[in-house]
């Protein structure tokens, strides 16, 4: 490893975004239109390579990846004591600030490692030792990664040291302060709107949205905004030779791309007054409230503009026996709603619980996995067709009376 520290930041090495389960095509598509490779897909990630200045773009633009893990060295070690010699032996003054914060992960399968923690230990160990070695002072560590983060990668004999960039993870835009009942990840919500086809034309109608963050990424992708745009920090931040204009020149092309307004809607629902309230915020912090309209009303009340569009619902899963019962007519009920008000939409609804799924009597178009914080759900599509209810609907009473009123 080179150790002036230009040389890291230009540094061309294989970059690893890693992303939620169900999500990895998705972020292949962001990957490679933002014109960078794609070496190969796994299932909660995909590889790409570039330079550590490239993981400044990535931040900034991926809607769907979790983290940007930039490959510092690779090696091959067989035991504990190696891995730190290894470790040690690496120019990490020429990285980290010895007066700054370091936290480590690691990602450890070994038959010497029965905690990962231990393996944290000894990765951190050596890199603090070295620093305090090389520059008399070493960095404070522990748990928080909201500054420097290096990630451990070691199975069998082949270890793996990373930058982590993003720090936090790329999910926590930073809009979300208000804390609700089971929240959706906004990687995943921005991969669901996206598995819809939303391109900002026509309604957009979110019922059942409970904090807002479907309908938010919904109108950050129709806008254009970068979501990371809504984040003052990130791990890349905090190493040494931190290329500051060139963050700046990065965010102001952002900001330039991103449209002032798009032809459709978002209308987004919730019966619960204090979710709405939460999506009032939430929309407020992501800048996006002058284009989602929200109202505390039943699903069955949501405002349905009469040009087709997309209508998607993510209602509760059920975890009791009592809860799935009382459930059964709720996604009946969905069912109905969309067959009757929705005719020419495409509807979606994302749940965790097939077997309430089926209550839906609707026949499904597409069925798309996805995981949401370790449970496996689905993403359903059900083409709705244009007068497949009105046409059977019964005349209002006004309307069984002659024209002239006779």
């Given at each position: 490893?080179?150790?002036?520290?230009?040389?890291?930041?230009?540094?061309?090495?294989?970059?690893?975004?890693?992303?939620p389960k169900g999500i990895a095509p998705y972020?292949?598509?962001?990957?490679?239109?933002?014109?960078?490779?794609?070496?190969?897909?796994?299932?909660?990630?995909?590889?790409?390579?570039?330079?550590?200045?490239?993981?400044?773009?990535?931040?900034?633009?991926?809607?769907?990846?979790?983290?940007?893990?930039?490959?510092?060295?690779?090696?091959?070690?067989?035991?504990?004591?190696?891995?730190?010699?290894?470790?040690?032996?690496?120019?990490?003054?020429?990285?980290?600030?010895?007066?700054?914060?370091?936290?480590?992960?690691?990602?450890?399968?070994?038959?010497?490692?029965?905690?990962?923690?231990?393996?944290?230990?000894?990765?951190?160990?050596?890199?603090?030792?070295?620093?305090?070695?090389?520059?008399?002072?070493?960095?404070?560590?522990?748990?928080?990664?909201?500054?420097?983060?290096?990630?451990?990668?070691?199975?069998?004999?082949?270890?793996?040291?990373?930058?982590?960039?993003?720090?936090?993870?790329?999910?926590?835009?930073?809009?979300?302060?208000?804390?609700?009942?089971?929240?959706?990840?906004?990687?995943?919500?921005?991969?669901?709107?996206?598995?819809?086809?939303?391109?900002?034309?026509?309604?957009?109608?979110?019922?059942?949205?409970?904090?807002?963050?479907?309908?938010?990424?919904?109108?950050?992708?129709?806008?254009?905004?970068?979501?990371?745009?809504?984040?003052?920090?990130?791990?890349?931040?905090?190493?040494?030779?931190?290329?500051?204009?060139?963050?700046?020149?990065?965010?102001?092309?952002?900001?330039?791309?991103?449209?002032?307004?798009?032809?459709?809607?978002?209308?987004?629902?919730?019966?619960?007054?204090?979710?709405?309230?939460?999506?009032?915020?939430?929309?407020?912090?992501?800048?996006?409230?002058?284009?989602?309209?929200?109202?505390?009303?039943?699903?069955?009340?949501?405002?349905?503009?009469?040009?087709?569009?997309?209508?998607?619902?993510?209602?509760?899963?059920?975890?009791?026996?009592?809860?799935?019962?009382?459930?059964?007519?709720?996604?009946a009920g969905m069912g109905n709603f969309l067959?009757?008000?929705?005719?020419?939409?495409?509807?979606?609804?994302?749940?965790?619980?097939?077997?309430?799924?089926?209550?839906?009597?609707?026949?499904?178009?597409?069925?798309?996995?996805?995981?949401?914080?370790?449970?496996?759900?689905?993403?359903?599509?059900?083409?709705?067709?244009?007068?497949?209810?009105?046409?059977?609907?019964?005349?209002?009473?006004?309307?069984?009376?002659?024209?002239?009123?006779?």
């Amino acid at each position: 490893m080179n150790s002036r520290r230009i040389s890291l930041w230009k540094k061309f090495s294989r970059i690893l975004v890693t992303c939620p389960k169900g999500i990895a095509p998705y972020l292949k598509n962001e990957i490679e239109s933002l014109d960078f490779p794609v070496d190969y897909e796994r299932e909660a990630a995909i590889l790409t390579e570039g330079t550590l200045e490239d993981s400044l773009r990535l931040n900034l633009h991926l809607r769907t990846g979790h983290r940007v893990l930039y490959l510092l060295a690779e090696g091959a070690v067989n035991d504990p004591n190696e891995l730190y010699r290894w470790i040690a032996g690496l120019s990490w003054e020429s990285i980290l600030h010895e007066d700054g914060y370091l936290c480590v992960t690691s990602t450890v399968d070994h038959p010497s490692i029965r905690d990962t923690r231990f393996a944290n230990q000894k990765c951190k160990d050596a890199i603090v030792d070295r620093l305090q070695r090389i520059c008399g002072r070493r960095p404070d560590s522990g748990p928080a990664r909201d500054r420097a983060v290096v990630h451990l990668f070691w199975k069998g004999t082949r270890a793996q040291l990373y930058l982590d960039t993003s720090g936090e993870p790329l999910s926590r835009r930073g809009y979300r302060k208000i804390p609700v009942q089971a929240p959706m990840q906004e990687t995943l919500a921005a991969a669901i709107v996206l598995a819809t086809g939303w391109n900002g034309k026509g309604p957009f109608v979110n019922p059942m949205c409970g904090s807002g963050t479907i309908a938010i990424e919904a109108a950050l992708i129709a806008l254009n905004r970068a979501p990371g745009l809504l984040r003052s920090n990130f791990g890349f931040r905090h190493i040494k030779g931190f290329p500051a204009a060139l963050w700046k020149e990065l965010r102001r092309k952002a900001q330039e791309k991103a449209a002032r307004r798009f032809p459709g809607q978002i209308i987004a629902t919730d019966m619960d007054r204090r979710a709405i309230a939460a999506a009032e915020q939430n929309a407020v912090n992501a800048g996006v409230q002058n284009w989602i309209r929200l109202a505390v009303c039943d699903y069955t009340e949501t405002d349905i503009p009469p040009e087709a569009g997309i209508v998607i619902m993510n209602p509760p899963y059920g975890e009791r026996l009592g809860n799935v019962q009382k459930l059964e007519k709720t996604y009946a009920g969905m069912g109905n709603f969309l067959k009757n008000a929705c005719p020419g939409y495409r509807g979606f609804i994302f749940t965790g619980n097939i077997e309430l799924a089926r209550k839906v009597g609707l026949k499904t178009r597409r069925r798309l996995v996805f995981f949401n914080s370790g449970i496996e759900c689905r993403l359903l599509e059900y083409e709705l067709y244009e007068g497949s209810y009105r046409d059977r609907m019964p005349p209002k009473e006004e309307e069984l009376r002659h024209p002239e009123g006779n």
